[in-house]
């Protein structure tokens, strides 16, 4: 059907579609679109608007309040963030320095650094809260055969635990933001390294005057991505700690759930609401940058 | 001599990276070829290393493991139906934003966008609520039809830049030639962003697979679990058998794995471009 056209009427300038056509190519879109809206519609609106209004009354903010595991989750939250991001994003930053070295051997470390990010959570996760159990773990059972001493009992001390649900986060999440960032170190240009060390320039210099001009943005951009991300990351605290010892290294990701576990609703979500003033600029940030 | 160093700096780095990386997944490895007797011994290897752990999980051979196949189908099944879904709803969503430029287009994208922003931790507890008004608690369709939801979002915001990168005078020609918006988008369309397509199917098929929290808030039949949720209740016991539910921890977490290499150019292309453009 389409060769009964002959090509060379075809205009060389492209114009906007016949003016005839653009309802139903208008409609078309209208119609492809429904499927996507549906989805908002029904399992993302809805459930924010119902979640907003359960959290409607004062007094469950009281409550809140009142709570000390509350307090104790915003602060483990704030050390969540604060330590765990920049660690994170600075070995990244790091790490991409070294696995665009082409070498082979760093081709097949760079296949398995990608592991902990490629499989699930709970096993890996587990596997890591046996190691740290105090009398079958293999931590503790390696510290006593060399050192004779017991090791420290890792999850039943909130600092330690937390720290350790920190470190699960970061071996975690390391590989992709890795993988991010050398995809923006293979983006600057090679003749730029070339030319600095020409004139003489030192790694650090090259790194300073190049390699961070060039990533700045993308490292912002990541940060807050991150952020957005660490917030809402429940299993390393969970499936490692489970917001133990005594509900001191819960996080807000995890206090939320506690809390619909407790079939206390109004709590759960009043503590999301609490968490919305960092969420919404970060997101209104992230919106601004990737809808261009 | 300079080369000398380097190399050896390279391997300062290097090594440790591979003992971090390595340690949770070898200890993972370990306990599933350890007899039970050995596996708490703190030895790095096992004196007789067995596959017997493996030969009580498929033979469902404890009571923790009565649903290990069927688990394992849920896992399965749940996973590719998000995959297959969430490919329709977001191609269909990307086609429609940026070949058809149909109006409200760009709303609908900043939607997705904020969606996908909303920490999937934050929108469990509403998600749950709400899937327990539509009755659907305890129904696989819930976490699916959650899955889908948290994955459609990037999906549609991939499939758009790659879609906006095709060349406009494809869809002119197509158009003058008289084609239907269908014939374009099975014709044209689809065989240009198979590459995407793939990134984005094998994403939210992950992301389905590997998920935790949706499958144990919204599923708690032991029939009806994932994998990964049937590990969950197995650890919450106390006499739970260590070597056991890491062997099966080792098997669920082996097909993303797999997966992840399979198509591992497709994503690594498809799903950090936009990223690193930002």
Same mark, same amino acid.
């Given at each position: ?104 051997? %760093? ?9 902990? &990010? ?17 009398? &079958?773990? %293999? ?40 993988? %991010? ?22 790694? &650090?210099?090259?790194?300073?005057? %190049? ?82 | ?278």
């Amino acid at each position: 059907m389409s060769t009964l056209v002959a090509p060379e009427t075809v205009p060389t300038i492209p114009t906007r579609p016949v003016k005839k056509r653009l309802s139903t190519w208008q409609m078309w879109g209208l119609i492809l679109l429904i499927p996507y809206v549906f989805f908002f519609l029904v399992f993302v609106l809805f459930p924010v608007g119902y979640g907003l209004w359960l959290a409607r009354h004062p007094q469950s903010y009281v409550n809140l309040i009142n709570d000390p595991i509350f307090a104790k989750s915003v602060i483990n939250t704030l050390i969540f963030l604060l330590v765990g991001i920049n660690v994170k994003m600075m070995i990244a930053l790091f790490l991409s320095g070294f696995f665009v070295h082409t070498r082979t051997w %760093i081709k097949w470390l760079s296949v398995l650094f990608i592991l902990p &990010w490629a499989v699930p959570s709970i096993p890996t996760i587990l596997s890591v809260r046996f190691m740290l159990n105090p009398e &079958w773990g %293999i931590v503790n059972s390696l510290i006593f055969k060399f050192f004779g001493v017991d090791g420290p009992n890792w999850l039943n001390n909130q600092w330690i635990a937390l720290s350790m649900a920190i470190g699960v986060h970061i071996w975690k999440s390391l590989p992709f933001w890795t993988l %991010i960032f050398v995809a923006g170190r293979l983006a600057i240009p090679g003749e730029m390294y070339e030319a600095a060390s020409v004139d003489g320039a030192s790694k &650090w210099q090259q790194f300073r005057y %190049i390699t961070w001009p060039s990533m700045r943005t993308l490292y912002l951009t990541s940060t807050l991505l991150s952020m957005i991300w660490t917030l809402g990351d429940f299993n390393s605290v969970y499936l490692l700690t489970g917001g133990g010892p005594a509900d001191l290294t819960h996080v807000l990701a995890t206090l939320g759930i506690r809390y619909l576990r407790l079939d206390q609703v109004d709590m759960a979500m009043a503590s999301i609401v609490c968490a919305l003033p960092l969420v919404l600029p970060l997101v209104y940030f992230m919106m601004k940058r990737l809808s261009k | 001599m300079r080369r000398v160093t380097t190399e050896a700096k390279l391997l300062l780095i290097g090594i440790p990276v591979f003992l971090w990386t390595m340690i949770p997944i070898y200890h993972l490895f370990l306990f599933s070829i350890s007899p039970k007797e050995s596996a708490f011994g703190g030895k790095l290897w096992p004196a007789t290393p067995t596959l017997r752990n493996f030969e009580i999980v498929f033979q469902q051979k404890h009571y923790f493991l009565n649903f290990f196949w069927q688990q394992l189908l849920n896992s399965l099944v749940i996973a590719v139906a998000v995959g297959v879904i969430t490919l329709v709803v977001a191609t269909a969503a990307a086609f429609a934003i940026s070949r058809l430029k149909v109006r409200g287009g760009r709303l609908v994208m900043n939607l997705a966008l904020f969606t996908y922003f909303i920490p999937a931790a934050f929108l469990a507890v509403p998600m749950y609520k709400t899937m327990s008004t539509y009755g659907l608690l305890n129904n696989q369709w819930a976490l699916i039809l959650a899955m889908v939801t948290i994955a459609a979002p990037y999906s549609i915001w991939v499939l758009k830049q790659a879609s906006d990168k095709l060349p406009w005078e494809l869809d002119e020609a197509a158009r003058i030639d008289g084609a239907s918006p269908m014939q374009l988008f099975r014709l044209v369309y689809l065989p240009l962003i198979t590459p995407s397509l793939v990134a984005v199917g094998t994403y939210a098929l992950l992301l389905a697979w590997n998920e935790y929290l949706y499958a144990f808030l919204l599923l708690s039949k032991e029939k009806d679990v994932t994998l990964g949720v049937a590990l969950g209740l197995f650890m919450a016991a106390d006499d739970s058998p260590w070597e056991l539910l890491m062997t099966t921890g080792l098997i669920y977490a082996l097909p993303p794995a797999a997966i992840y290499y399979a198509f591992k150019r497709y994503m690594v292309s498809g799903l950090t471009a936009g990223a690193v453009k930002s």
